[in-house]
């Protein structure tokens, strides 16, 4: 196989970042834009060792799950790649991704996996997004980014976002354009706009945060005048002069309005700050922290880990149901936000303690503050080992796992699985429509001897 080469075959497979994968000669291919059982002609881009990058040249014959759009789609397509593949194919994918990942990285072939549970609607469901601003032939664009690209596919708004933060959207392309509002250059460091951060509570009240490398915002009062009649409560601005890609940086400056927005996770209150992690899909998120709380059986007289607690989500959710809850999170600033959160909400059972949970946690049970049950929810690297370990030594009745990443999950319930638990059932949740990510909650007990 050699650049430029021109191939044909069919898509069987997406890779994790939502591109089609076909074999070749038993090579593996990656193509962005092609779906599950396309047959597609290819041209060969990148040649590595184990696999190929190609580019979409032709769908030949096109999948019978490749759906028609019933809108006009006025941005990239990179972060949502299966928005063209059938929905309930999507949901079909994702469980078998959770099957798969237990059968080969767990070895676990008869788990109980239940369906995915979608959304009725699987649009507009983010209430956060931070949108890259850059230029474009010269001229200022607002947009994504291409997928694995650093060119901005200017959009005038986004089938993620609520038809309210589209509006707020075009008012702030209208105030860059009429006051040349130049976006921020890192390799000269002129201009001033990176990011425009969109954060909606279920109330549709918004904050703004304007992302920029430069100290002072031109005209800010008349976007101020725009966007206060849309609903906008409250407008920061976020100082970021790094190199790096990172969006937000450490300095934020309010600018106009309410220091946070209020918004709600079931009847549960939670004040979002404008550097706040909230899980951007309200609906679905309720849907898992409940699921999580049926398997956790809770009693009054339980006491539970909630492990990796970020904001305290998960650990409000359980609270009213058990004696005591004790929430492990290393963010300094998610802990500030979760004990704020448990006066907002009159729940005094949680206990928040900031640090390295694979350092806390052991800790805290060796001191003997145990717990007869725990939930966890790592990021995608999925648990530390010496967590996993003092989960063992604990010897908890029941672990209830939130993933965010399959193939980690699996990793960590194989070790789970040899020290004495069993699976006894997971849920997946589609959390983010239209991409190959997938959550699930996983319900483990101690095995039977």
């Known amino acids: ?37 396309d047959k597609v002609k290819v041209r060969i881009d990148k040649v590595k060792k184990n696999y190929a990058i190609g580019s979409l040249m032709e769908i030949i014959k096109p999948s019978r799950d490749r759906v028609p759009l019933d809108f006009e789609l006025r941005e990239s397509g990179g972060a949502i790649p299966l928005i063209e593949y059938s929905y309930q194919k999507q949901l079909q994918w994702k469980k078998d991704k959770i099957k798969n990942d237990l059968g080969k990285i767990a070895g676990l ?21 931070q949108i890259p601003v850059g230029k474009i032939k010269g001229k200022t664009a607002v947009g994504f980014y291409e997928a694995n690209s650093s060119e901005i596919v200017d959009m005038e708004g986004t089938i993620l976002l609520p038809e309210i933060g589209n509006r707020v959207l075009e008012l702030i392309r209208v105030w860059i354009d009429k006051f040349g509002i130049e976006p921020y250059n890192k390799r000269t460091k002129t201009g001033v706009l990176r990011h425009i951060g969109i954060r909606i509570n279920r109330d549709n009240q918004l904050m703004v945060i304007l992302v920029t490398g430069s100290t002072n915002i031109p005209k800010v009062s008349e976007l101020i005048d725009l966007l206060k009649d849309e609903n ?31 918004d709600y996770l079931g009847d549960y209150k939670f004040n979002i700050s404008p550097n706040s992690f909230f899980q951007v899909n309200r609906s679905q998120t309720e849907i898992l922290y409940n699921k999580a709380v049926e398997y956790l059986e809770l009693a009054e007289e339980d006491i539970v880990y909630d492990l990796y607690c970020g904001i305290g989500s998960i ?23 979760a004990k704020k959160n448990a006066k907002l909400n009159d729940i005094d059972n949680v206990e928040f303690i900031v640090g390295k949970t694979e350092e806390v946690f052991p800790r805290m049970t060796k001191e003997g503050i145990t717990a007869n049950k725990i939930v966890l929810d790592p990021p995608r690297k999925g648990s530390d080992q010496d967590t996993l370990e003092a989960i063992v030594k604990l010897n908890p009745e029941r672990i209830v796992y939130v993933s965010c990443n399959p193939s980690t999950m699996a990793r960590d319930v194989k070790y789970l699985v040899g020290n004495g638990y069993r699976v006894m059932e997971v849920q997946p949740v589609d959390m983010f429509p239209h991409t190959p990510h997938v959550e699930c909650v996983v319900l483990m007990s101690r095995a039977e001897k």
Do not use: C, W
Not at 109 to 129: A, E, F, K, S
Not at 315 to 337: H, M, P, R, W
């Open 1 to 37: 196989m050699e650049i430029g080469n021109i191939i044909e075959g069919h898509v069987i497979d997406f890779t994790y970042e939502g591109k089609g994968l076909l074999k070749h000669d038993n090579l593996v291919i990656f193509v962005e834009g092609a779906l599950i059982a």
């Open 109 to 129: 072939i008869n788990v109980p996996i239940n369906d995915t549970l979608g959304m009725d609607t699987p649009y507009r469901y983010r209430n956060h997004v």
């Open 232 to 262: 906008v409560i409250s407008l920061y601005q976020n100082i970021n002069k790094s190199n790096t890609s990172i969006t937000y940086g450490r300095k934020y400056v309010k600018l106009y309005g309410q220091d946070s927005l209020v």
């Open 315 to 337: 650990s409000l959710f359980i609270a009213n149901k058990a004696k005591k809850v004790y929430g492990i999170e290393t963010v300094q600033e998610a802990i500030e936000d």
